[in-house]
Nanobody
Framework: QVQLVESGGGLVQPGGSLRLSCAAS????????MNWYRQAPGKQRELVAI???????NYSDSVKGRFTISRDNAKNTVYLQMDSLKPEDTAVYYC?????????WGQGTQVTVSS
């Protein structure tokens, strides 16, 4: 079992930045592929960014060049640095991983981009 706890959301103006964090429990964090998803009101959950255990990164086209995913295995934490934020980035952001045949999700953190 792995528990995920997100933090760092909030209200930010268009063009601003936020950094989300996701702290994971357990001793095998470094072996996990970690994902950030988001879900806007009335929309399906969207995969935003992936970081694999070897450091390979992937981004959705909607955030490429503006968001950066990273990890600190010593702290069991994955980050999502979000720059040049747009109103359409407003959503609940979730941390996710797949372990032992099961999806694991955090509780989510709200990001609101508005003037």
């Amino acid at each position: 079992q792995v528990q995920l706890v997100e933090s760092g959301g909030g209200l930010v103006q268009p063009g601003g930045s936020l950094r989300l964090s996701c702290a994971a429990s357990g001793s095998i964090f470094s072996t996990l592929t970690m994902n950030w998803y988001r879900q806007a009101p009335g929309k399906q959950r969207e995969l935003v960014a992936i970081i694999r255990s070897g450091g390979e990164l992937n981004y959705s086209d909607s955030v490429k060049g503006r968001f950066t995913i990273s990890r600190d295995n010593a702290k069991n934490t994955v980050y999502l640095q979000m720059d040049s934020l747009k109103p359409e980035d407003t959503a609940v952001y979730y941390c996710n991983t797949y372990l032992w045949g099961k999806e694991h999700w955090g509780q989510g953190t709200q990001v609101t981009v508005s003037s």
